[in-house]
């Protein structure tokens, strides 16, 4: 997500990552339905970065037609013939269960048909973890690179699935190269817990359930409203002193309409790049969008494969 498709930020965040996932194995990525450029361009740009290891998987001619147009040169990669974008988004997660991808990124379908496929009950790519997604923030203005979650899954989480958006994203970055123990802030409106607003007594409550471990990873303070969550004088001024106050890495909002506005309220006022990545699945899901500029879309499948890697690395292995 990018308020200006066209540009690019050198020497910004999003270059540490896309390094960082060059320096890896390429993943092998199933690519569902990419039936325009910007989707199919994605996805060769990244191959052709040594990020990921695309299968294509869609109508065959479409994809053909597609790369013809705007020369886009997919000769190497393999594709799958899937008649339309529901047969495309089933086809790709059975690919994911017969292990042909490490990855399931998105092309040109709507995000529901390819979630459908994803959350089926059966046939699906759930685990025990609540699915929940992460914007991966280059803000050029913040010091640091910022997450966003759930601005896109979640409608109106509860307790218990805001922790597992919360170990999700924790889990991401202490995984994927971020660094390790991020500070975690919980938003509301207020910094004060109030009944009035119940996000603040679930903020509060979350931050209990980290004292008593049932959030691992990371340094939790909530509830925080946006300005001292993100900036130090903000919080001086309501006489906050925490580690996470001023300094968040993590911004959890309280609901996807909040989360929704503050990504893009980052991406058009603040010119921010979003890196978008679905956790908590069989595989990390990369979402991208139509207004993604090229970086931004690189940057999703850098930090898709940078975590497919850590967690490739911890597999257990099997001795002969």
Known sequence: MSANPTQAQAGSKYDHLIASAKAVPAAPTVV????????????????????????????EKKIRDTAAK???????????DAADSD????????????????????????????????????????????????????VPAYEHTIFVTDAAINIFPDLDAKRDIIQNAIDLFNQAGFGSNPRVAILSAVETVTSKIPSTIEAAALCKMADRKQITGGVLDGPLAFDNAIDLEAAKIKGI????????????????????????????????????????????????????????????????????????????????
């Open 87 to 138: 047969a495309a988004a089933a086809k790709g997660v059975e690919l994911v269960h017969a292990a042909k991808g490490e990855l399931l990124m998105k092309g040109s379908l709507h995000t529901d048909e390819l979630m459908r496929a994803v959350t089926a009950k059966v046939g699906g790519l759930r685990t025990d973890r609540r699915i929940s997604h992460v914007f991966v923030m280059d």
């Open 241 to 320: 002193a925490s580690e996470v106050a001023g300094r968040a890495q993590i911004l959890v909002v309280p609901d996807l309409e909040s989360g929704n506005m503050l990504a893009k309220n980052l991406a058009y006022f603040a010119k921010a790049d979003g890196a978008g990545i679905v956790l908590g699945a069989r595989v990390p899901v990369v979402l991208t969008s139509r207004a993604d500029s090229p970086r931004a879309r690189m940057a999703s499948c850098a930090v898709a494969s940078l975590y497919a890697h850590a967690r490739r690395q911890k597999a257990p292995t099997v001795s002969a």
């Open 70 to 80: 705007f020369d886009l040169d997919v000769s190497g990669y393999e594709i799958i």
């Open 32 to 59: 569902v339905y990419p039936c325009e450029e910007t989707s199919l361009r994605g996805a060769v740009d990244s191959a052709k970065a040594g990020i990921i290891l695309p299968l294509l998987v869609g109508p």
